[in-house]
Structure formats: C-alpha cells, structure tokens
C-alpha cells in the first residue's frame, strides 16, 4: 500500500503531507471533534481553525477545502479498503471465511468513526473533487478484484459468469451502499448485513456450490 498511500497523500494535502505535523494533527483532530458535535455542512473552516489554535490560513496551507480534509480523516477507512482488498487477492483458504473477514473490516473502520464517513457522504455529494477521487480509488480496487476474480476462474475455483470487472464495480456498489446505510443507521442489524453481503459475494464469484467443494478439499 506505500505507493498508494504517496499518491493519496499527494492528492489530499496540499503541501508534500508529513503526517508528524503537529499543526496538520491539530486542525485534524479540532475537524473531527466538531464532526461529532455537527454536519460538515454546519462547520467553517475558521471554527476548525480556532479549535485548533492556528490560524485560518494554516488551514489552507494543508488542505484546499473541508472536503479534502474530510478525505485525510478517512485514511483509516482507505487503508481497510486496501488490506480487505489485499486478503481477497491472495486467495488463500476458507473461501467464505475470507470473503466475510474483508467485509468485517470495512464495518468495523466504519464504526470506528461514523460520523466522519457521514462527513464523507457529505462531502462526496457537494464537492466534484471528492467524486473525482472515490471513483479514481473505487476504480483501482475494482481492477485488483477483478483480477483476482479472473485468476479464481482460470484456476477452476471460480464460476463463469459475466466479465469480471463489471462483476467486480457490482460488488463494490453494494459494499458502499451497505456502509453507507449502517453509518446513518438504517438497514439490517450489522452481523445481518455482513452475513447478506458475505453470502452474495460468495454465491457470485464461487457459485453455488462453493460450501460442498470447500467442504470435500
């Protein structure tokens, strides 16, 4: 994840990010605390400033916008992304029991902070930016699963079906539609949701009969 860490640094921060900064970690730490308390809407980057205790302009001097800056809080939820992502390429063991483990990671970074994924929400919706670099990452993602998708296929493990990169955006959608629901607390209780997005992803990568081929390995 290095390489893709410099180049989401680069495209959040406006200055070459040293994530030791004590100014950069104050105006984050004041942002995030005014998250639990408000919208991103309701939020100036003048009070996240104060809260801080740097001035306006050291704000700017990191970050173009609050929507940005909501991108640098949710490195957490970008590095779950990456490491789910990184446990379904390898491919290795249980099929079902690896598939739910990538899933659990993207709940659990979610409820480490929900309301700085609502601030994403928020800032996906208002900032071109912000879209701009979700689908730049959800892209990148994609093309790891389907890549893997294609490998499961050629080695057998794997159903054939439609192609695996639009297989793979599918999937993903609902990934994103289902954490999005659970930070603004609507849908099924959480181990619910797991278990129904587990399910899909098995029952679309591997087919039907993956738990009678598993079993008998």
């Known amino acids: 994840m290095s390489s893709a860490d410099g180049a989401w640094d680069r ?3 406006r200055r070459n990010p040293n994530r030791g900064d004590a100014r950069r970690e104050a105006l984050l730490q004041a942002f995030d605390e005014l998250l639990r308390e408000r919208s991103l ?3 100036n980057v003048a009070e996240i400033s104060r809260r801080a205790g740097v001035t306006r302009s050291a704000f700017y001097f990191y970050f173009e916008s609050k929507a940005l800056a909501v991108m640098a809080l949710m490195q957490d939820l970008y590095d779950a992304a990456g490491d789910a ?3 379904l390429v390898k ?3 249980d099929s079902a029991e690896r598939i739910r483990t990538a899933i659990t990671m ?3 970074s979610v409820d480490t902070s929900p309301h700085t994924y609502r601030a994403l929400l928020e800032a996906r919706s208002s900032s071109a930016t912000v879209r701009k ?3 730049a990452g959800r892209a990148d993602f994609a093309g790891v699963i389907a890549g893997m998708i294609e490998t499961e296929r050629a080695a ?3 159903s054939e079906g439609p192609d695996a990169a639009s297989v793979a955006a599918v999937l993903l959608d609902l990934n994103d539609h289902a954490l999005e629901r659970h ?3 609507s849908g099924p209780p959480r181990e619910q949701h797991i278990d129904a997005l587990a399910f899909i992803w098995l029952r679309t990568i591997y087919g039907a009969g993956v738990e009678r081929r598993e079993s008998t390995a």
Request: net charge negative; no cysteine; proline share 0%.
């Open 156 to 158: 057998g493990r794997a």
């Open 41 to 43: 809407e309701e939020i």
């Open 106 to 108: 993207l709940f659990d």
């Open 11 to 13: 495209l959040v921060d």
């Open 85 to 87: 992502n990184e446990l």
């Open 133 to 135: 670099m979700w689908d």
């Open 183 to 185: 930070s603004l607390g």
């Open 91 to 93: 491919a290795e063991g």
